[in-house]
């Protein structure tokens, strides 16, 4: 199974961005997808989470700026930012619970990240 991420880039402050991620492979069903995010020097935080069933979750810092999506169809999950602040600098993973087809093995997968860098 592999992830790839893909949307980021530089952004003034007050501007968007929409990340994607796609998964691919051996794939029977994908629970949780979500996107992660790591500053230099901080550790790796949630950002946004969604099941299978749509129920999302989300950091409190990026409610009501960021809306995570999936399509089930495209086993993608997309990651809308909006009102962009400096401090939602860092490097973006995607990450998905898979379960594999054939084996039925579950495990966590992360994407390669993708950078997002606003500007003041």
């Known amino acids: 199974v592999q992830l790839q991420a893909s949307g980021g880039g530089l952004v003034q402050a007050g501007g968007f961005l929409r990340l994607s991620c796609v998964a691919s492979?051996?794939?029977?069903?994908?629970?949780?997808m979500g996107w992660y995010r790591q500053a230099p020097g901080k550790q790796r935080e949630l950002v946004a989470a969604v099941t299978s069933g749509r129920i999302t979750n989300y950091q409190n810092s990026v409610k009501d700026r960021f809306t995570i999506s999936r399509d089930n169809a495209k086993n993608t999950v997309y990651l809308q930012m909006n009102s962009l602040k400096p401090e939602d600098t860092a490097t973006y993973y995607c990450?998905?619970?898979?379960?594999?087809?054939?084996?039925?093995?579950?495990?966590?997968?992360w994407g390669q990240g993708t950078q997002v860098t606003v500007s003041s």
């Open positions: 492979g051996n794939i029977f069903s994908i629970n949780r």
């Open positions: 990450n998905a619970d898979v379960t594999e087809s054939r084996t039925g093995y579950r495990d966590d997968y």
